[in-house]
């Protein structure tokens, strides 16, 4: 039986190109070029470095506007063999709760998975709920915070890395395992896999193709309520023009106003 | 056998893109490849496009390409340590004949990829091809990553340095002569800053071309400044062989000392530095031209040196997007007799030579001789200044005739008054 590996990935907008508005506090990102949210092309690295070993059958899955086909089709040129964009005005504003919750029932519709594969967190919201909340609704087993996995037997072993600790943990399939950025290097697409995806073309599914209620989706499924948002002020910081042999002197000052401490507490 | 695609197109520039749109609109399975993601991302330029020929394929193209100015004023500035020597045309006649639009390419060159799409071109980003695909000396593709993908031409439009070509045999290395260096700023600036900075109203908008006469002997430059709706495009253009033999002085130098001249600075002043970017600009003339066909296989836009430049005006847009849509149309035609040899496409060469892109590099030939010169960078400066500040200045004494007071400018400046005179002219001659 081959394995079965669905990755989620989102598009994002390109982090360099993003700013705050000093008018509404919000992310001003029209500006901004959609690309794949960086632990995700880990994590279908991940997926792919697998396959490579011991061959797998790689279902990208995303859900986003129209234009995520783009990401989609480029994560088919580096080498995966499906895609799927989860598309509805009705999806519209969903908070945490209800993507979970759409992308389980994604999942629950392909039907028959081994592993699935989702970056720690997104760059544009950062939360890092999403992967745990698609394990929780399927009701399935999470690694989080991995670094690399390897399919073992019938197991997949995951390398974590935690703030005191490397730990590895073996665990049977279904499982789902969220990867952190930078936890390998991305392969490029080829020219060859790009034409073939586009060919191919992507799978377009809505509210209706997952039989979601619209109650338990987008804005209305929602539990989230944004209180207000806020832009932290910026602290006043005092520049002072010194000599080298200024430095010792400098160094004490700091120790007296408490600006920095000795690492003993003294 | 039968190849997978009629042509690949490699480059998301001018070139590529115009040759994709007229060949998706005349049913031709085309793929066009770029290297960048989204296509286009990488390219640059001053950024004055003259779109005649982009109306040939595009006929609204002012509304699908995200234009910023319509040019209404060109000026031509002589740069001095302590002075600038300008002629400032403004005009009417420019809004009934337009002609040019300030742009910014990386907005312009996706709104083109995209429009290749749209006319049902398979458009792929991100992707940088390895070289042309041979079988029996002809050429039948392109090689990526192990893969070779099949057409029955391709056409390499892949800009200033072209990788492709270069590396599959097609065209000469690119050396010092072939070439200048680009260095570019965006700065961000209000629209109605920009308006009351240049003199401009509503959408006008000014270009300026500008020839650095302050700096040191033997380092020829460039200079260019556009104006955008919210922004300015400034930019210095240097020869690589002049920076060699003057080892002190880097590109980006010259940048920054162009930024901070008095007459440069005031125009600046208080912009935000949005983005610095720096590329090859073609410059060699007809010497750098190569063979631009064979069999299966045709050459567009820079990579083939299609540019010009007589030191009033740089275009380099519209000989790609001309020679992007003769190189389409040549292989529609191709196409029709199912033939796609080195015969077949020397109708190429033959639209070419009947158009500007060739006519003009011929009736130019060697005018980079000229433009790139200490006449044209210090001895005119040098004498115009001394003449214009003897003219303009009020010292309380008799006055002279013109004629006296620009000799003995000449004369000061240390030139030899026949020896200029037949210079200029032969100048004049190759402009």
């Known amino acids: 039986m081959t394995l079965k590996i669905i990755v989620m990935m989102k598009q994002v907008p390109d982090a360099e190109e993003i700013f705050i508005d000093p008018v509404t506090y919000t992310l001003n990102r029209t500006a901004a070029r959609g690309v794949i949210n960086i632990p995700d092309e880990n994590a279908l690295e991940i997926a792919l470095q697998i396959k490579d070993k011991v061959g797998a059958e790689v279902t990208v899955i995303s859900m986003g506007p129209p234009q995520a086909e783009e990401a989609i089709i480029e994560c088919m040129g580096r080498g995966a063999d499906r895609g799927i964009l989860i598309t509805d005005r009705a999806f519209a504003a969903a908070d945490t709760y209800a993507t979970s919750l759409t992308l389980a029932a994604t999942i629950d519709k392909i039907g028959k998975y081994d592993i699935i594969l989702a970056g720690e967190s997104t760059t544009d919201s950062g939360t890092g709920h999403v992967g745990p909340g698609v394990a929780e609704f399927l009701d399935i087993d999470q690694v989080t915070y991995a670094e690399s996995a390897e399919v073992v037997d019938d197991k997949i072993r995951v390398k974590r890395i935690l703030e005191d600790a490397d730990e590895v943990v073996e665990v049977p399939f279904p499982v789902l395992v969220t990867v952190l950025t930078g936890a390998n290097i991305p392969r490029r697409a080829t020219l060859r896999r790009k034409i073939d995806a586009i060919k191919k073309g992507i799978e377009r599914w809505d509210h209706e193709t997952l039989g979601l209620p619209p109650d338990w989706i987008g804005i209305r499924g929602s539990p989230t309520i944004v209180g207000a948002v806020k832009v932290p002020e910026e602290k006043k910081r005092a520049s002072k023009k010194i000599s080298l042999e200024q430095i010792p002197e400098m160094i004490d000052e700091l120790f007296e106003k408490g600006i920095i401490k000795r690492e003993d507490g003294a | ?431």
Not at chain 2, 37 to 61: A, E, M, Q, T, Y
Not at chain 2, 63 to 72: M, S
Not at chain 2, 114 to 140: F, N
Not at chain 2, 401 to 417: A, D, M, Q, T
């Open chain 2, 1 to 431: 056998m039968m190849s997978e695609f009629d042509v690949i197109v490699v480059g998301g520039g001018p070139a590529g893109t115009s040759a994709a749109i007229r060949l998706a609109q005349n049913k031709v399975n085309v793929l066009l490849v770029d290297r960048a993601d989204p296509p286009g991302s990488k390219n640059v330029s001053g950024g004055v496009l003259w779109g005649n020929d982009l109306g040939k394929i595009i006929p609204d193209w002012e509304k699908i390409i995200p234009v910023e100015r319509l040019i209404t004023r060109k000026g031509t500035t002589f740069l001095t340590k302590d002075s600038a020597i300008s002629l400032d045309f403004s005009s009417r006649k420019f809004l009934t004949n337009r002609t040019g639009y300030s742009v910014l390419r990386v907005k312009m060159d996706l709104a083109l990829a995209k429009k290749a799409k749209e006319e049902g071109a398979m458009v792929i980003g991100g992707v940088t091809v390895d070289s042309v695909a041979r079988k029996d000396g002809k050429i039948i593709g392109i090689e990526q990553d192990g893969d070779t993908i099949t057409s029955d031409t391709v056409i390499l439009a892949e800009g200033a340095n072209p990788r492709v070509a270069i590396d599959s045999g097609l065209r000469k290395p690119i050396g010092d002569r072939d070439v200048a260096i680009g260095v570019k700023q965006i700065y961000k600036i209000p629209e109605d800053k920009i308006n009351e900075r240049f003199n401009l109203s509503g959408n006008e908008g000014f270009a300026g071309e500008y020839v650095l006469g302050y700096l040191p002997d033997g380092v020829e430059a460039g200079g260019f400044l556009y104006t955008n709706k919210n922004t300015l495009s400034v930019g210095v253009v240097v020869s690589p062989s002049h920076l060699r033999n003057y080892g002190q002085m880097h590109s980006y130098d010259i940048m920054e000392e162009f930024v901070q001249h008095p007459s440069i600075a005031r125009l600046v002043e208080g912009g935000r530095l949005e983005e610095y970017s720096a590329h090859l600009v073609v410059e060699g003339g007809l010497s750098s031209v190569p063979k631009l066909y064979g069999d299966g296989y045709m050459i567009a836009g820079d990579a083939a040196g299609f540019s010009f430049s007589n030191g009033l005006v740089i275009q380099g847009m519209n000989y790609a997007i001309a020679s992007g849509i003769a190189a389409a149309d040549t292989f529609i035609e191709a196409k029709e007799k199912g033939n796609y040899t080195a015969k077949a496409l020397s109708d190429y060469q033959k639209k070419l030579e009947e158009s500007y892109v060739l006519k003009d590099l011929r009736t130019f030939k060697g005018i980079e001789n000229s433009t790139w010169s200490s006449m044209a960078h210090r001895t005119i400066p040098d004498i115009l200044e001394r003449f214009l500040f003897r003219l303009n200045l009020e010292d309380g004494l008799p006055k002279k005739h013109i004629l006296e007071l620009l000799l003995r400018s000449v004369s000061e400046s240390g030139h030899n008054k026949t020896s200029l005179a037949l210079e200029a002219y032969r100048m004049m001659r190759r402009m």
